[in-house]
């Protein structure tokens, strides 16, 4: 059974930067194939893919938002970080983590919970 | 402004189909496959369908995809309160090298 669970800070000032943990069970990014990444949500919006990282260390990320993310993986943690930084209010949004294959199919089939994070002084 | 486009909303009777439709273009689901998610009120999105029409383990055959062109299309039949939820295409756009969404889909079952 494969959960990924987000964690990080509810509330962020603008301007600073925003450190988001995903940590998942049941797959590893050690094992060929795997990919976890992050998808968001600003309130009553739709999806917007982020950034991807995969097993082999292949870093993909959304070319509107590449030179504000970073994403890295701890394999022996199964944990995947993303940082984003600059936040403005607008970038207010639900944060999910999803797991996707590095080959076909190309859907993301697991998603976390998802973690609301808020970007207000 | 969302690449890909879907109705607002739709809505149909208990027990009726109801179509979602997903309008793009030759560099996105022209030439790439499509996934559709389900969002419940409050909770995180699912998979519902992948390469336009295949159901991952556990989705009902009430739920089917398809896709013509540089369109997709999710059915639903026997339509359940249940059914009651976000419903959002998705696909790899080609030449933005960007995963791509549609603005998602409202489906109130009255």
């Known amino acids: 059974q494969i959960t990924l669970k987000e964690s990080g800070p509810t509330l962020v000032k603008p301007t600073q930067t925003v450190t988001l943990t995903c940590t998942f069970s049941?797959?590893?990014?050690?094992?060929?194939?795997?990919?976890v990444g992050w998808i968001r949500q600003p309130p009553r919006k739709a999806l917007e893919w982020l950034a991807l990282?995969?097993?082999?260390?292949?870093?993909r990320y959304s070319p509107s938002l590449k030179s504000r993310l970073t994403i890295t993986k701890d394999t022996s943690k199964n944990q995947v970080v993303l940082t984003m930084t600059n936040m403005d209010p607008v970038d207010t949004a639900t944060f999910y983590c999803?797991?996707?294959?590095?080959?076909?199919?190309?859907?993301?089939?697991?998603w976390g919970q998802g973690t609301l994070v808020t970007v207000s002084s | 402004q969302s690449v890909l486009t879907q109705p607002p909303s739709v809505s149909a009777a208990p027990g009726q189909k109801v179509t979602i439709s997903c309008s793009g273009s030759?560099?996105?689901?022209?030439?790439?496959?499509v996934s559709w998610y389900q969002q419940l009120p409050g909770t995180a999105p699912k998979l519902l369908i992948y390469?336009?029409?295949k159901r991952p383990s556990g989705i009902p055959d009430r739920f089917s995809g398809s896709k013509s062109g540089t369109s997709a299309t999710l059915g639903i039949t026997g339509l359940q309160t249940g059914d009651e939820a976000d419903y959002y295409c998705?696909?790899?756009?080609?030449?933005?090298?960007?995963?791509?969404f549609g603005g998602g889909t409202k489906l109130t079952v009255l």
């Open positions: 999803v797991h996707r294959r590095y080959w076909p199919p190309y859907s993301f089939d697991y």
């Open positions: 049941g797959l590893s990014l050690s094992t060929s194939g795997v990919g």
């Open positions: 990282i995969y097993w082999n260390d292949d870093k």
């Open positions: 030759s560099s996105n689901i022209g030439n790439n496959y």
């Open positions: 390469d336009n029409n």
């Open positions: 998705g696909t790899w756009d080609s030449s933005l090298s960007d995963v791509v």
